[in-house]
């Protein structure tokens, strides 16, 4: 009986998400903040690594606007939703974290920054600490050769659930921002702790300047 509910949740939750997910994204009409230097790296065939804190990562796919994009999604049963919502965005998963099948995904990351897709990754999941990054984007950027663009998403209306991250599900009718900071690029000779710590100050700066520009409206970030 468990194994057929697990079936049926996995069967009605992906599309019941992708409605969600639009439904929110048309009711918010998010602006963008930081887009076109991104755009014009696209538009000279460059590729990235997005890098988003776990907490904001429900409106993603609706916030990519390149040209393809895999990410690195947890091994875990809600993994498994994730991936299988995101499919029906067009982003494809590579299944793997810190605790599970971290070393194959990572290889399977390295092989796809060959092709002509974005990376994308959440640097303090799958448990956290929240809003730290962890090693991983580190390694990957170094590795790769590719720049790290931080990804922040703010709204003013919405629920923050009970998780290590405090995962915020936005509301409708509330305003919404989307940002990318610059490119961060691994400097020669730069030590790793010290790229590390360069992308935590860029993915901070870029959560506030979300929530300064929610300021600028006049409502205050959730």
């Not at 590579?94 to 971290?102: A, E, I």
């Not at 691994?186 to 506030?208: C, L, P, S, Y």
Request: charged share 25%; glycine share 8%; with cysteine.
């Amino acid at each position: 009986m468990a194994a057929r509910l697990d079936s049926l949740v996995s069967w009605l939750a992906p599309p019941l998400a992708v409605q969600l997910i639009r439904f929110l994204n048309w009711r918010l009409q998010p602006e963008y903040l930081g887009l076109e230097p991104l755009r014009q790296m696209w538009r000279q065939g460059e590729r990235v690594i997005l890098s988003v804190w776990h907490d904001q990562l429900l409106l993603m796919p609706c916030g990519y606007h390149g040209p393809a994009v895999k990410a690195l999604i947890s091994p875990s049963r809600d993994g498994e939703l994730i991936a299988r919502t995101m499919a029906r965005f067009g982003i494809g998963a590579v299944r793997g974290s810190s605790s599970r099948g971290g070393r194959a995904a990572f290889r399977e990351m390295l092989d796809l920054a060959r092709q002509d897709c974005d990376l994308a990754l959440t640097p303090d999941g799958p448990r956290g600490p929240r809003h730290r990054v962890k090693e991983g984007v580190v390694q990957l950027a170094r590795m790769t050769a590719r720049p790290v663009v931080p990804m922040a998403f703010a709204c003013s209306r919405g629920h923050r659930f009970a998780s290590w991250d405090r995962f915020l599900l936005p509301s409708p009718f509330g305003v919404a921002v989307f940002s990318f900071g610059p490119p961060l690029f691994v400097q020669a000779g730069e030590e790793k702790g010290a790229f590390q710590v360069r992308v935590q100050q860029a993915m901070e700066e870029n959560t506030r300047r979300a929530f300064a520009r929610l300021e600028e409206k006049g409502v205050a970030a959730v």
